[in-house]
């Protein structure tokens, strides 16, 4: 899951307001370019590149958001909740195969020239032939 996180400062101190962005992959890194794009190299399904199409601020989410004041003062309007849906604020723009991790691989014995490869884990495993 992606959140958007902002720091303001007012006339009642600072404060971190912290909103739900969009759910991708488990991913070992991430890079935001300035251009508006996404890499995600995710952990155990193909890399996706996504375009930022919004920045998170649409108000009919589903959820509620968190304030903490930095002064130590929590002002929670209420439990901070959200419900996975399709892709509000990114737009997949490109997929690269991965086969990481690759759990097993055997040849085909109808055909010498197919090998036939499980990869991923958990919901996004794949038989890759």
């Given at each position: 899951?992606?959140?958007?996180v902002?720091?303001?400062?007012?006339a009642a101190?600072?404060?971190?307001?912290?909103?739900?962005?969009d759910?991708?992959?488990v991913?070992?890194?991430?890079?935001?370019l300035?251009?508006?794009?996404?890499?995600?190299a995710?952990?155990?399904s193909?890399?996706?590149?996504?375009?930022?199409?919004g920045?998170g601020?649409?108000?009919?989410?589903?959820?509620?958001?968190?304030?903490l004041?930095?002064?130590?003062?929590?002002?929670?309007?209420?439990?901070?909740?959200?419900?996975?849906?399709?892709?509000?604020?990114l737009?997949?723009?490109?997929?690269?195969?991965?086969?990481?991790p690759?759990?097993?691989?055997?040849?085909?014995?109808a055909?010498?020239?197919?090998v036939a490869?499980?990869?991923?884990?958990?919901?996004?495993s794949?038989?890759?032939?």
């Open positions: 899951d992606l959140w958007r902002q720091l303001s400062n007012g101190g600072n404060k971190l307001s912290v909103s739900y962005f759910t991708v992959p991913a070992l890194g991430m890079a935001i300035k251009s508006g794009f996404l890499f995600i995710a952990e155990s193909d890399h996706k590149l996504y375009q930022i199409c920045m601020t649409q108000s009919d989410r589903g959820l509620a958001g968190h304030v004041g930095l002064q130590g003062t929590a002002e929670v309007e209420s439990v901070p909740l959200f419900y996975p849906s399709a892709l509000q604020n737009r997949l723009v490109d997929s690269m195969q991965s086969y990481a690759l759990v097993a691989c055997r040849a085909l014995p055909s010498s020239s197919q490869c499980l990869s991923g884990a958990g919901a996004r794949t038989l890759r032939i």
